[in-house]
């Protein structure tokens, strides 16, 4: 099904299955633990070993000797593998560093190598008896230091680093009122709560990965470049995956060294990296030095906006377009933005939940605060003056799809009280808490992806949908179901959903917020050719049939779709590719965030009091997990605000804090109650369920709506996120 | 390259490679009512003696270092981290884990109440969420305090008493309102 016009009236539009909150259809499996994770998989190989990896414990340099005699003779031992034996590898085209190391080593904790034993323990033990000699060259580690030298990276995913619109530089010079500042964002870490796992099984030169993965197509093609063998020996399984945010987008150490050591034992062989290995042997998200600029009149409308962005990444590896809303989310008819990447050999950099957006959201929308209290506007008051209908790079030609950004600003502001908020910083008390209101805009692109799938009906009425579209607990399981229910005129419980699997057809994956909307989409494309093959089959014309209550309909005759089905069952395969209407018309999901906090006078420590937020993601496909995926990444906002920083040791190279203990992630005592209101929207432009993605817009702006806040209470302007405590006491020094 | 040599040379000593070789230990628990008796490396912790042993699988490892919460179990009646612990420190031991709580068919309040309230987005952390939440019920109903409790005598059920016990569980998905509606729920018996 070619999506290349605008939706018209469908069947999703019944609304009786899709966008009602249904509780997860893959929930009581996740609830009693019978959900099989990557590292789980007993059932399909009771044998497995098990692997540990070796990782480097230098940045940079090569390796002169690696001597495993001492490891491959302790007790359990089935093998060592290094690069010396692992045979030719190629390199896949996501992956910026080679994932097994050697004679090169590229950064710290790269695999070096898999010992692999009959038990964990053995395993564990011996890889402390590979010996691996080698030479420390000098690495470029500190990314303040390295902005001089900083190049114009190449463009990410088709779109150009720089961008400009009439004269900047001219207006800027001209404003009544001009805000210029730079703020920093540090390197993140996606901890998710499953570390990358993967169990490796070789039969007959065929591969089987049971993994964590959030993109099961792009990984088997990875997995093939590698390993230099054709996709279609390598079968990949990713039902469950334990939390992703971007750090499972790609083939990663665990996977490629399973695969080599169960190749070197000639048995199954499982591999999960420890928990202090994750930040520095796979990606993050890298650290920003961000540069804005507004120029506007005396009433805050803006005339002139740049957005400049510097960070960095190892050789040939990407940059973080944080700048990218810049160009899309508020009017003014001079504009600039532009994205520098400098050479650095710190571990990859890589796509972490709503990349760009999630760091560039807090640096625009705290330079708009400032604005605002420069302008003396109110906050909102201002994001309505600046509010743009279409895109102003482009111009009135590209209009939005859709953007009630407005609606947004007003009825969060409502719901949550903004009317009550003192504009004058540090004004109210409670006890020993100056206490502060915040807020900033949500926004971020929308995305859509080619998605297929294969759905069938059997003769007893069960609808089985198939598609290799994971579930990295966005709700997809679920979602897929409603969608299928919903066209097809079944009930929920009559619909059985398989994802992560290479062996059904390639579906969008879960990545950019892309997930929902398009693997949705391949479901209802697939449906309505299934309606198509039973209508025919029953002798109905397809045009004036409608599918209710498991049966078809039309005129006075009914025939239940079980009956056509039949015995054999009817299967058909459909995929939604889309047009050019993202080109067309800008598309963008919106939001408006509100946050209260306290900050202690004394101690500088910093509590979230409360949390509302507004949303408008197009129809939203389940309202119960969905608001789920917002107030998770309003969490995460959260987090990025006030504690989460990856500390670089710019000596040897390496991030200091790779564990849970000491990268921090916000937990149940750090998070109030959070308010969801979803505005009613239908984007007709962006598919034919007319939604939009909503996985990552509840991360931008959350974080900046929380720094603003803590303004607000304490009057501390807080440039370089984290927001720690020795951070505010410092200005609070200043002020009191 | 000395760092790397040394940080390699210092784990090889602390292992004292012959000292383990092939040694193992019998251990008997009790794990969801049922007696186990398994033999045992003495360096596997409660965690993989589940996991990797008895391929109780629903218990998780996130971290493996006693950060994270996944992988709590309930033993003799108290919740624990089980990464935190060697097998052989709980020979003749009940232990109780998300398996033997409740079934997709037959859900426990608590799991049922998960489901609800969606307590839960990646599943990962969840059977730890869950086995904690229904330990730190009973935690209360036994009038131990924690941190935030205000009066040492009065212990009682609130959503600021169960955002400090259930802090040791991360949720990195981050569900954390949902979690605290589901324990509540069943706290109020409405579960």
């Known amino acids: ?736 | 390259m000395t760092l790397h040599e040394n940080t390699r040379r210092a784990g090889a000593d602390a292992a004292g490679e012959d000292a383990t070789a092939g040694a193992t230990v019998p251990v008997t628990l009790t794990v969801n009512r049922e007696v186990r008796h398994l033999t045992l490396d003495p360096r596997t912790t409660l965690l993989d003696a589940l996991r990797e042993h008895l391929r109780l699988t629903g218990t998780k490892k996130g971290c493996d270092h006693g950060q994270c919460g996944a992988c709590t179990v309930i033993v003799e009646g108290r919740r624990i981290n089980s990464c935190l612990s060697l097998a052989v420190m709980h020979d003749g031991e009940a232990v109780t884990t998300i398996e033997g709580l409740g079934t997709p068919e037959r859900l426990h309040p608590m799991q049922k109440a998960f489901v609800t309230h969606d307590g839960f987005q990646c599943g990962y952390c969840t059977p730890g969420q869950i086995c904690s939440a229904v330990a730190v019920l009973a935690e209360i109903a036994d009038g131990i305090p924690s941190h935030v409790t205000a009066d040492l005598a009065d212990v009682r059920f609130s959503d600021a008493e169960v955002r400090e016990r259930m802090s040791g569980n991360i949720c990195r998905c981050a569900a954390y309102p949902n979690i605290i509606a589901a324990i509540r729920a069943v706290a109020e018996g409405a579960a």
């Open chain 1, 1 to 736: 099904m070619r999506f290349d016009q605008p939706a018209t009236t469908n069947p999703i539009d019944r609304g009786r299955v899709v966008g009602v909150p249904h509780d997860r259809i893959d929930g009581p499996a996740k609830v009693t633990g019978t959900a099989p994770y990557a590292y789980e998989r007993h059932d399909a190989a009771p044998d497995a070993a098990y692997g540990w990896i070796v990782g480097s414990a230098i940045a940079r340099g090569r390796i002169t000797a690696i001597d495993t005699r001492a490891a491959e003779a302790a007790p359990g031992v089935l093998g060592v593998v290094t690069h010396e034996n692992a045979g030719p590898l190629g390199k896949g085209r996501f992956n910026t560093a080679h994932l097994l190391g050697g004679p090169a080593i590229e950064h710290y904790d790269q695999a070096l190598a898999l010992v692999v034993a009959e038990t964990l323990e053995q395993a564990r033990d011996a890889a402390a008896l590979v010996r691996i000699d080698c030479v420390a060259e000098e690495g470029r580690f500190d990314l303040a230091a390295g902005i001089d030298g900083a190049e114009v990276p190449g463009p990410f995913f088709g779109k150009d680093p720089d961008s400009a619109a009439g004269d900047f530089d001219a207006a800027f010079a001209a404003a009544p009122v001009k805000v210029d500042q730079t703020y920093t964002t540090p390197d993140h870490s996606h901890a998710m709560m499953e570390p990358h796992a993967t169990t490796a099984l070789w039969a007959d030169g065929r591969l089987t990965l049971w993994t964590s993965n959030q993109m099961v197509a792009w990984t088997v093609g990875e997995v093939a470049r590698t390993l230099n063998m054709p996709p279609e020996n390598i079968r990949l399984v990713s039902p469950y995956v334990g939390g992703g945010f971007g750090a499972k987008l790609f083939l990663r150490a665990d996977a490629l060294m399973a695969a080599l050591g169960a190749r070197h034992v000639g048995r199954p062989v499982k591999v999960a990296l420890a928990r202090p290995q994750v930040p520095n042997n796979t990606v993050h998200r890298p650290a920003t030095i961000q540069r804005v600029r507004i120029g506007a009149d005396r009433n805050g409308v803006i005339d002139a906006i740049a957005h400049e962005s510097w960070s960095g990444n190892l050789p040939g590896g990407n940059v973080e377009m944080a700048a990218m809303q810049t160009r899309l989310l508020y009017g003014g008819r001079n504009r600039l933005t532009r994205h520098r990447i400098a050479a650095l050999d710190l571990p990859e950099g890589n796509s972490m939940r709503a990349p760009g957006e999630a760091v560039g959201m807090l640096a625009l929308e705290v330079a708009m605060d400032e604005l605002a209290e420069a302008c003396g506007v109110d906050p909102v008051e201002l994001r309505i003056r600046n509010d743009v209908a279409y895109d102003p790079e482009a111009g009135p030609d590209r209009p939005f799809s859709s953007r009630p950004f407005v609606d947004c600003l007003r009825r969060g502001a409502e719901r949550f009280g903004w009317s009550r908020r003192n504009p004058t910083p540090g004004r109210v008390r409670d006890g020993r808490w100056l206490v502060g209101m915040g807020m900033a805009a949500a926004f971020r692109g929308n995305q859509m992806s080619r998605s297929a799938a294969r759905v069938g009906v059997d003769g007893r009425g069960t609808v089985t949908v198939e598609t290799d579209m994971t579930d990295i607990g966005t709700g997809t399981y679920t979602i897929l179901a409603q969608t299928a229910a919903e066209t097809l005129g079944v009930p929920l419980e009559a619909v059985r959903v398989h994802l992560g699997d290479s062996r059904f057809p390639v579906a969008a994956g879960s990545g950019g917020q892309w997930g929902a909307n398009s693997a949705a989409s391949g479901v209802y494309a697939a449906c309505m050719t299934l309606r198509e093959a039973l209508a025919q089959k029953a002798g109905f014309n397809a045009g004036d049939a409608v599918f209710e209550n498991g049966a078809i309909v039309a005129g006075n005759r009914s025939v239940p779709i079980a009956d056509v089905a039949g015995r054999e069952g009817v299967w058909v395969e459909d995929a939604i590719e889309f047009g050019d209407l993202d080109k067309t018309y800008a598309q963008g999901t919106f939001g408006a965030h509100f946050c209260e906090v306290g900050v202690d006078a004394y101690t500088g420590e910093i509590r979230v009091r409360r949390m509302v937020g507004a949303f408008a993601a197009g129809r939203i496909l389940n309202p119960k997990s969905a608001r789920n995926q917002i107030i998770g990444a309003m969490t995460m906002g959260v987090g990025a605000a006030l504690m989460e920083e990856l500390v670089v040791d710019t000596r040897h190279g390496y991030f200091v804090n790779h564990d849970l203990a000491e990268y921090h992630v916000p937990v149940h005592a750090d998070i109030p109650d959070q308010d969801v209101l979803f505005i009613e929207e239908l984007d007709d432009k962006s598919s034919p369920l007319k939604a939009k993605g909503v996985g990552e817009l509840g991360i931008c702006g959350a974080g900046a709506a929380v720094a603003n806040a803590v303004h607000n209470a304490c009057g501390v302007r807080i440039r370089a996120y984290p927001l720690t405590l020795d951070k505010v006491l410092r200005g609070l020094g200043a002020v009191t």
